[in-house]
T-cell receptor, first 115, second 112 residues
Framework: QQQVKQSPQSLIVQKGGISIINCAYE??????FPWYQQFPGKGPALLIA?????SEKKEGRFTISFNKSAKQFSLHIMDSQPGDSATYFC??????????????FGKGTKLSVKP | SQTIHQWPATLVQPVGSPLSLECTVE??????LYWYRQAAGRGLQLLFY??????ISSEVPQNLSASRPQDRQFILSSKKLLLSDSGFYLC???????????FGQGTRLTVV
């Protein structure tokens, strides 16, 4: 119930292509779904996040698509660039009476964008 | 603005030696604090979290312990390191009502 399953484990995309990373969850109480980006040797940083009241959120080249009935959400990176090469983590958490619970992370996807 | 400091950046320690990693947060009060471990090619494993001074919750049984002696200070310790303690350790904070977690730059620990 607490797991967040992320796929693929690694992804190679040509420059200009679309990178797609998928995550699935089981706990229907989750209500916050962020994506984190981590460069080698650095800590993860929040990239974009979504709540279940919307099906899509876009920020620049990054889009989260959310399917509540399927309990799935995905990250799409349009016009992928070599600088996007990093490890991406999806996560989920739930609200406990006004206080957000701990984030549950997926295992990460290592993205390599080839020039 | 809030900042999180974590040190050292890298550390090589012999098996059986003690460990102390420190994390401090500036620019906020009463943050939730977290220690994560990231093994090579794997995800983020939550080790400890704290919602206040002296309040520590452990997520997994292990050779490590955590303490929060001050509101914005979080320490990860071990009395005797094992080879399996090697990894990338990340400290993070979040606000009680916020959802975003802010990570430090991490400590690469190698136990030899």
């Amino acid at each position: 119930q607490q797991q967040v399953k992320q796929s693929p484990q690694s992804l190679i995309v040509q420059k200009g292509g679309i990178s797609i990373i998928n995550c699935a969850y089981e706990n229907t109480a989750f209500d916050y779904f962020p994506w984190y980006q981590q460069f080698p040797g650095k800590g993860p940083a929040l990239l974009i996040a979504i709540r279940p009241d919307v099906s899509e959120k876009k920020e620049g080249r990054f889009t989260i698509s959310f399917n509540k009935s399927a309990k799935q959400f995905s990250l799409h990176i349009m016009d992928s660039q070599p600088g996007d090469s990093a490890t991406y983590f999806c996560a989920a958490s739930r609200n406990y009476g006004g206080s957000q619970g701990n984030l549950i992370f997926g295992k990460g996807t290592k993205l390599s964008v080839k020039p | 603005s809030q900042t999180i400091h974590q040190w050292p950046a890298t550390l090589v320690q012999p098996v059986g030696s003690p460990l102390s990693l420190e994390c401090t947060v500036e620019g906020t009060s009463n943050p939730n604090l977290y220690w994560y471990r990231q093994a090579a090619g794997r995800g983020l494993q939550l080790l400890f979290y704290s919602v206040g001074i002296g309040q520590i919750s452990s997520e997994v049984p292990q050779n490590l312990s955590a303490s929060r002696p001050q509101d914005r200070q979080f320490i990860l310790s071990s009395k005797k390191l094992l080879l399996s303690d090697s990894g990338f350790y990340l400290c993070a904070w979040s606000g009680n009502m916020n959802t975003e977690a802010f990570f430090g730059q991490g400590t690469r620990l190698t136990v030899v």
